[in-house]
Each structure stands twice: as C-alpha cells, then as structure tokens.
C-alpha cells in the first residue's frame, strides 16, 4: 500500500476486518471507516506529543528584521523554538560579524531592559516609493519630530518637514546608506539607540523579543520543530518517515479497538505501538549526555615530590 492517508487507514481497516476504502470513496467514508481514518491522526497526533524534537519536524527560521522592531512573531506551526540556537548571520555589509544570542527570562528583561521600547516611534509606508522620493506618504507622522531621520529597512533618510501623513524634503541614503526603493507597508521607524541584538527572551504569548532592538534589517536564524499537520486528502503524507509506518498503524489499530469498546485488544495493541515509540525515539533522538572527566591524575595534583 501506498505511505499515504488512504494506504494507512486501509491498513488499519484491513486489521479489523472491514471493508477497504478507494481513492474515489475516501472523503465519503461512512461508519467504522471514518473511525479508522481519525484513529490514524490520533496515532500521528501522539507519536508527536511524545516528543517535541523529532528530527522530522525540525525547521531552521530565517528572518530579516525590522530596525526598530523589538517583538516578533514566531512561526504559525511552530510547537517548540530551539532558544538555544539563536544567532545573527555574519553581513560585512552591515558590519555584522556574527553571534550567537545569549537567553534572559523575560522577567529580566522587563526589570533591565524594556524602557528601550520607549525610544522608538513607528508606522508603514501608505504606497510603495522609489529610490528617487523625496516626499514619502505614510500611515501617520503622529510621534516624530518635526525634522530629522528615519530608517527603512537599511536605509536612513533625513527630512525637514512633516505633515499628517507624509515626510517631506528627504535626502536619501544618508549616513553611508544606500537609497533603495521599499514596499507598500514597510515600516518606517525613528530611534536614538538600538544596535546588533545579542539577547533574546520568551514572551508571554509565546512569542520572542531582542535586546538591543535592531537598528538594521539583521539577518536573524534560529531552529524550531513543527506541530503536526492534520492528514485530510487520501493522498496526504505524513511527515513521520515512512520507516516507521507500522508504528502509526500499531497507534492507529489501538484506536480503533478502543472505539469498539474492546479493551484487551486495544491494550495489547497500544503495548506495541509504546514500545514503536520507544524504537524510534533510540534511532531518532541521540540524547547521550557529554560528560568530562573531573578526576586529577595523582602526579599532575602533588607534583613529581609525592611520596608513594
């Protein structure tokens, strides 16, 4: 059978002795058929709460920030960020050598560091503008002082006026910067401060926050692992290798028995699909601990003087 959706359930099915499904009559399953095809995302479902770091849902995340910007959102199918793995990408460009983001808890950074979301003002671009404007409409002016800079994506412009909604006499690419054009709905930030982030902390919404807030568009990249993706169509793949199909479909047929009520079969069966888990999780996750030695060699402690 083919390692998708329908060739799982129909392995599930053929165990309980129903009738198969087709490609044809898969989405109009009836019965004890649409019970198999949920014990199979059930299986899914749990081989993945097992564990958050299987190496099949792991994802590396690259973002270029946005200068004045200190929150940011992670990844709508993200289950567990990888903090450890935080780093800025080397940018000559950007005189960004490189460096890995050391971890604060967030009450620390409220207690630290959070006035620096004070220092900053910001809006959107209302319409895309060229590397030539020197009049650049945005959402509102509200906040901005009536003459000086602002930064967009890398570039820094200058202006001497203001209205509601637009800046006026620009000068582009200003401060060694080079004058670009920029999308519709770019930010648009003015700042005193901010720099190359080297901290970084959880938000309580489970998102994540930098210290300093940057003052460039940095390159930042970090890893994550992903939620499991619902299977809906017969041909949907599950992400979990297809070496391990007999787990999901062990996981699958526990399920099932346990929907007919019959409890002997759906323990033996549930046995199994643990112990599958278990195989996968020796194969898949290598978690040996890296222990160094503490002990000091005899000579080394007292010295070729030591009396024996």
Same mark, same amino acid.
């Given at each position: 059978?083919?390692?998708?959706?329908?060739?799982?359930?129909?392995?599930?099915?053929?165990?309980?002795?129903?009738?198969?499904?087709?490609?044809?009559?898969?989405?109009?399953?009836?019965?004890?058929?649409?019970?198999?095809?949920?014990?199979?995302?059930?299986?899914?479902?749990?081989?993945?709460?097992?564990?958050?770091?299987?190496?099949?849902?792991?994802?590396?995340?690259?973002?270029?920030?946005?200068?004045?910007?200190?929150?940011?959102?992670?990844?709508?199918?993200?289950?567990?960020?990888?903090?450890?793995?935080?780093?800025?990408?080397?940018?000559?460009?950007?005189?960004?050598?490189?460096?890995?983001?050391?971890?604060?808890?967030?009450?620390?950074? /409220?207690?630290?560091?959070?006035?620096?979301?004070?220092?900053?003002?910001?809006?959107?671009?209302?319409?895309?503008?060229?590397?030539?404007?020197?009049?650049?409409?945005?959402?509102?002016?509200?906040?901005?002082?009536?003459?000086?800079?602002?930064?967009?994506?890398?570039?820094?412009?200058?202006?001497?006026?203001?209205?509601?909604? /637009?800046?006026?006499?620009?000068?582009?690419?200003?401060?060694?910067?080079?004058?670009?054009?920029?999308?519709?709905?770019?930010?648009?930030?003015?700042? /005193?401060?901010?720099?190359?982030?080297?901290?970084?902390?959880?938000?309580?919404?489970?998102?994540?926050?930098?210290?300093?807030?940057?003052?460039?568009?940095?390159?930042?990249?970090?890893?994550?692992?992903?939620?499991?993706?619902?299977?809906?169509?017969?041909?949907?793949?599950? /992400?979990?290798?297809?070496?391990?199909?007999?787990?999901?479909?062990?996981?699958?047929?526990?399920?099932?028995?346990?929907?007919?009520?019959?409890?002997?079969?759906?323990?033996?069966?549930?046995?199994?699909?643990?112990?599958?888990?278990?195989?996968?999780?020796?194969?898949?996750?290598?978690?040996?601990?890296?222990?160094?030695?503490?002990?000091?060699?005899?000579?080394?402690?007292?010295?070729?003087?030591?009396?024996?």
């Amino acid at each position: 059978m083919a390692y998708d959706y329908l060739g799982l359930t129909n392995e599930v099915i053929a165990r309980m002795n129903e009738v198969s499904l087709t490609a044809a009559n898969f989405t109009s399953a009836r019965g004890f058929q649409i019970q198999c095809q949920n014990a199979v995302n059930d299986a899914i479902n749990y081989i993945n709460q097992r564990e958050f770091g299987w190496s099949f849902t792991h994802q590396t995340q690259t973002q270029n920030l946005i200068p004045g910007t200190t929150r940011y959102t992670i990844p709508t199918a993200a289950q567990s960020i990888d903090y450890d793995s935080f780093r800025i990408s080397k940018n000559s460009d950007l005189a960004s050598a490189g460096i890995t983001l050391r971890i604060i808890d967030y009450k620390e950074y /409220t207690q630290r560091y959070i006035v620096q979301e004070n220092d900053v003002e910001s809006t959107t671009l209302n319409g895309a503008i060229t590397n030539t404007a020197t009049t650049i409409t945005v959402v509102s002016t509200a906040g901005f002082s009536t003459t000086g800079s602002i930064q967009i994506e890398n570039e820094t412009i200058t202006y001497t006026g203001v209205t509601s909604t /637009t800046f006026t006499g620009c000068t582009r690419g200003t401060s060694g910067t080079t004058a670009v054009l920029h999308a519709d709905t770019t930010n648009v930030a003015q700042f /005193t401060s901010g720099g190359i982030p080297n901290l970084v902390f959880r938000t309580p919404d489970n998102n994540f926050g930098l210290y300093p807030y940057p003052n460039k568009a940095y390159e930042l990249v970090y890893e994550y692992f992903d939620r499991p993706t619902l299977l809906v169509a017969a041909t949907d793949v599950p /992400t979990i290798p297809e070496q391990f199909r007999q787990v999901i479909v062990d996981g699958a047929t526990a399920y099932s028995y346990q929907y007919r009520g019959e409890a002997q079969q759906y323990g033996l069966n549930f046995a199994r699909f643990e112990e599958g888990i278990k195989q996968m999780q020796t194969l898949l996750l290598n978690r040996a601990d890296y222990i160094r030695s503490t002990y000091i060699p005899y000579l080394q402690r007292y010295g070729n003087s030591a009396v024996f």
